[in-house]
């Protein structure tokens, strides 16, 4: 059984940083991307970042190109995201997400297995 855990979320005063890690618990045969998703209250789940199993490739959405940065740890079971010059409208509850595809994907649904998610909280 899989299991996807993320931690490090909290509330942080705009223009500060927070680092998200992402771990990945239970057997895994095959290779996989991963993908750091948010949502905020009111609104659908969206694509932050992602990274494809090496570690070499990774992709961000626009809103955050330049101040998050996605990485894997070298066991290839946790991903981080570090989040830097945070902004009120970068509050949401982020959720990490394996997809088995091996590529990185934007698409919610095509992710397999989902944490529970940890908020962010940004204060003004």
């Known amino acids: 059984q899989v299991e996807v855990a993320e931690s490090g979320g909290g509330l942080v005063q705009a223009g500060g940083s927070l680092r998200l890690s992402c771990t990945i618990s239970g057997g895994l045969f095959s290779t996989y991307a991963m993908g750091w998703f948010r949502q905020a209250p009111g609104k659908e789940r969206e694509f932050v970042a992602g990274i494809n199993w090496s570690g070499d490739s990774t992709l961000y959405d626009d809103s955050v190109t330049g101040l998050f940065t996605i990485s894997r740890g070298d066991a290839k079971r946790t991903v981080y995201l570090q989040m830097n010059s945070l902004k009120q409208e970068d509050r949401a509850v982020y959720y990490c997400?394996?997809?088995?595809?091996?590529?990185?994907?934007?698409?919610?649904?095509?992710?397999?297995?989902w944490g529970q998610g940890t908020q962010v909280t940004v204060s003004s």
């Open positions: 997400a394996i997809s088995f595809r091996g590529v990185i994907v934007r698409a919610p649904s095509d992710y397999d297995k």
